[in-house]
C-alpha cells in the first residue's frame, strides 16, 4: 500500500492550517506552518491566485484526509460508505474517520498524533475486547473495551500517562488512565470533531 514519506510539515504549509501530525511539536515554536506559513516549493512566497470553486473544495478535501492520515482510495471508499448510510453525508463521513482505532488511539492519549497512534496499533500494542487489533482502520462500536496490552505499558508516554499526564477525552469515550484502559461510551457526534472541516465542500467535490 503506498504510503507518505515525505515531511508531514510540508502538509501542514500546503494546507494552510495545523494538521497536528507531530504531536507536542505542533505546540511549540519550532513548529513548521509558524516559522514558514506559507506553501512549500520555490515559488510558496510567490502572489496566489483567486482559486477556483474546485480549488476550494479540493483542498477540503486534501485537509480532511491528511489531518486524519489516510490515502485517497481509503478515503474514497470511506466516503462511499458515508453516503449509503441514513443522515447527512458530510457528518457520517467525519463520524466514521472519527471512529477508526488509530483515531481513538490518538484522542485517548494513547498516542501523541495521529501517525503515532497508527504506528502503535499496527505494532499490536493495543486489544480491543481482549483481543489483539493491528488494522489502524478498525471502526470502533459503543461498548468496545480497549486496554494496552501489559507488555506495553512501559513505553514512555504511555508511563506518563499512567504516574498523572493528563490530556482532555473527547465526551463519547471514558478513559482509566491509571490502568491504561478505555471504552468507547457512545457513537461520536459532529460536535466531537475539533477540526475546522466543512464536509459539505467534500460532498460537492465528490458529487461532481
Known amino acids: 500500500m503506498a504510503r507518505y514519506t515525505d515531511s508531514v510539515c510540508r502538509l501542514c504549509r500546503r494546507e494552510g492550517v495545523k494538521l497536528f501530525l507531530k504531536g507536542d511539536r505542533c505546540f511549540g515554536g519550532k513548529c513548521a506552518i509558524t516559522k514558514r506559513p506559507t506553501p512549500p516549493g520555490q515559488h510558496g512566497h510567490a502572489r496566489q491566485r483567486k482559486m477556483s470553486e474546485y480549488g476550494i473544495q479540493l483542498r477540503e478535501k486534501q485537509k480532511c484526509r491528511r489531518s486524519y492520515g489516510i490515502m485517497e482510495t481509503q478515503f474514497r471508499r470511506t466516503f462511499d460508505r458515508a453516503s449509503n448510510m441514513k443522515g447527512i453525508t458530510g457528518e457520517n463521513l467525519l463520524i466514521l474517520l472519527e471512529r477508526r482505532l488509530d483515531n481513538v488511539i490518538f484522542r485517548l492519549g494513547f498516542g501523541q498524533s495521529r501517525p503515532q497512534a497508527r504506528q502503535l ?18 471502526f470502533v462500536q459503543p461498548g468496545d473495551v480497549i486496554t494496552v496490552k501489559p507488555r506495553s505499558r512501559d513505553i514512555e508516554h504511555l508511563k506518563a500517562l499512567r504516574e498523572g499526564a493528563t490530556r482532555a477525552v473527547p465526551k463519547w469515550l471514558s478513559l482509566d488512565a491509571e490502568n491504561l484502559t478505555a471504552t468507547v461510551a457512545a457513537m461520536p457526534g459532529r460536535e466531537d470533531v475539533d477540526l475546522s472541516i466543512q464536509e459539505h465542500l467534500i460532498v460537492e467535490l465528490y458529487s461532481r
Open 121 to 138: 496499533v499496527r505494532h499490536a500494542h493495543f486489544l480491543v475486547n481482549g483481543k489483539k487489533v493491528d488494522i489502524p482502520s478498525a
